[in-house]
């Protein structure tokens, strides 16, 4: 089966209620007590499940608020839930299941001009580390407002797929809602305007240089029980999987970096089959060569 297909079955599970249209209102039943693997809005009328960054921030915003008797559920919670799915796929996720990550894909193929941005590997790890630390760790732990709650600042200010799903898929099924709209959704909406100009230009500009969720995920990839291998001596070294390669990789140095989104063109497209996926077995986790 080919990925899009993968793409679009993911993201109708992760969006496949259909109620939102009859209620016109949010889902909150029994899956909502779950997240998603990818990058889906929780409050999107369609969603099924929670997102992980934004069970994450509610975790770090809660910390002044309640003892720890009660914290320690949701910690272990999103922990567990990170290992698990960070250990089993690393960023197959980001490549295979996420939604947000099929909507880049969709819309990079509308006509544009196109330019592949060569940022090196080591900065957009940075920039990401900075997304996660900062707007999903520090700001909602160390910022609160006069009644004590701190903020979640990824997902009310930067995350394009809640202003996409949550902000304007609410406001066709609650039109009321636009009286409410103020200076933050202008803001999140040049924004998300601004990155889907950029992912016309630059395929998943977004998962390569800003998503904290996809850095989770990548920093399993080494060590994670699936991992891509790359035999030498079949390689011709005509470098044709660098070039169908979304993240801009250098093949194999980068094989199974912290920003392999697992998409497989590299594997499809090589002509003497140098490359294979392998699934690792549990007791080599720990082996983090690639």
């Not at 069970?55 to 567990?80: A, E």
């Not at 800003?210 to 079949?234: D, H």
Request: proline share 6%.
């Amino acid at each position: 089966m080919k990925r899009k297909w993968f793409q679009l079955v993911s993201t109708f599970i992760h969006n496949g209620y259909p109620g939102f249209l009859i209620i016109n209102n949010i889902y909150t039943g029994f899956l909502k007590n779950f997240c998603g693997p990818g990058l889906n809005c929780h409050s999107c009328p369609a969603s099924f499940f929670t997102c992980p960054l934004g069970i994450l921030q509610n975790f770090f915003i809660s910390i002044r608020l309640l003892p720890w008797q009660v914290l320690i559920g949701s910690f272990f919670y999103i922990l567990s839930f990170l290992l698990l799915f960070g250990l089993l796929l690393g960023r197959f996720i980001c490549g295979w299941l996420c939604p947000f990550g099929f909507f880049q894909d969709l819309i990079y193929k509308i006509p544009f001009f196109k330019k592949k941005m060569h940022i090196p590997l080591q900065t957009r790890c940075y920039l990401k580390f900075l997304f996660l630390i900062f707007f999903v760790i520090v700001l909602p732990l160390s910022i609160v407002n006069e009644f004590g709650y701190g903020i979640l600042w990824f997902c009310k200010y930067i995350c394009p797929a809640g202003t996409l799903e949550a902000g304007y898929f609410n406001l066709l099924i609650k039109p009321s809602l636009l009286y409410f709209i103020g200076l933050v959704f202008y803001l999140k909406t040049l924004i998300l305007l601004f990155l889907i100009i950029l992912c016309l230009i630059d395929l998943r500009f977004f998962c390569k240089n800003i998503c904290p969720l996809g850095f989770i995920y990548g920093t399993f990839n080494k060590i994670g029980l699936l991992r891509l291998s790359f035999n030498q001596n079949n390689c011709n070294s005509c470098k044709i999987c660098e070039k169908v390669c979304p993240s801009n990789l250098s093949i194999p140095e980068e094989i199974n970096s912290v920003e392999c989104i697992r998409c497989l063109n590299c594997l499809k497209i090589c002509p003497t089959k140098a490359i294979k996926l392998e699934m690792r077995k549990p007791y080599e986790v720990s082996n983090c060569k690639a």
